[in-house]
């Protein structure tokens, strides 16, 4: 089964440390991995995304994911946190092929990061 | 933000009324999607659309329709048949369905009572 997780509602770090947030997934094909953030009452900003090559992928505002394969995982980093990376972080992964030949997203329930002060 | 504006940013209705929520891009984009957004449950996906004048069902399309007439439009009718409407509605949009990062819109907020 097609499926994205992220165990972790909520992390908090204090500013300045680095953070993570987990991701683990699972399709059947070549995973197609993507970081996404949610600011309240807002739509969502795409961070960065993992399609092939480089296992460590650099994205918007100092954020980094790492791929790997073997642990079905694409955790999103940031070595030093700011308190204005507070917000709603989601993952999601692209599904296979459907009987009508259509792929869409698979959507984590979110992780809310709290960068305390 | 990007090129996508979704209007109103609040809507309130009562129940047993049929609302449509507007969706527009000025990306270029091909596809199109429809999520709702509840506390706790992350996105859910409505509807969606690869082209124009062709669409289908998300995971939860029932009591919603849309339509795809052109390019850049993709409205949203949440009709009397919905059984629990209020929520965030997101409208997104992509260059297609494949490796292509989706652009989402600021939202639409939907209250029904």
């Known amino acids: 089964a097609q499926s994205v997780a992220q165990p972790e509602d909520q992390v908090n770090v204090a500013e300045g440390n680095p953070l993570t947030v987990k991701c683990t997934y699972s399709v059947s094909g070549n995973p197609y991995l993507f970081w996404y953030v949610q600011y309240p009452n807002r739509g969502l900003q795409f961070l960065l995304k993992?399609?092939?090559?480089d296992n460590l992928v650099k994205g918007s505002y100092g954020f980094e994911a790492e791929f790997n394969k073997s642990q079905t995982s694409f955790h999103l980093k940031k070595p030093s946190a700011l308190v204005s990376d507070s917000a709603l972080y989601f993952c999601a992964v692209r599904t296979d092929l459907d009987a009508g030949n259509n792929r869409k997203l698979i959507w984590g329930l979110g992780t809310s990061l709290a960068v305390n002060p | 933000d990007g090129g996508i504006t979704q209007s109103p940013k609040y809507l309130f209705r009562k129940e047993g009324q049929n609302v449509t929520l507007s969706c527009e891009q000025n990306?270029?984009?091909?596809?199109m999607y429809w999520y709702r957004q509840d506390p706790g449950q992350g996105l859910r996906l409505i509807y969606y659309?690869?082209?124009?004048?062709?669409?289908q069902k998300g995971d939860i399309a029932e009591g919603y329709s849309v339509s795809r007439e052109k390019k850049e439009s993709f409205p949203l009718t949440v009709t009397s048949a919905q059984k629990n409407p209020t929520a965030f509605y997101l409208c997104?949009?992509?260059?297609?369905?494949?490796?292509?990062?989706?652009?989402f819109g600021p939202g639409t907020r939907l209250t029904v009572t």
């Open positions: 993992y399609i092939t090559g």
């Open positions: 659309s690869q082209i124009v004048n062709d669409f």
């Open positions: 990306l270029n984009h091909d596809a």
């Open positions: 997104a949009s992509s260059m297609g369905t494949g490796s292509y990062e989706q652009y």
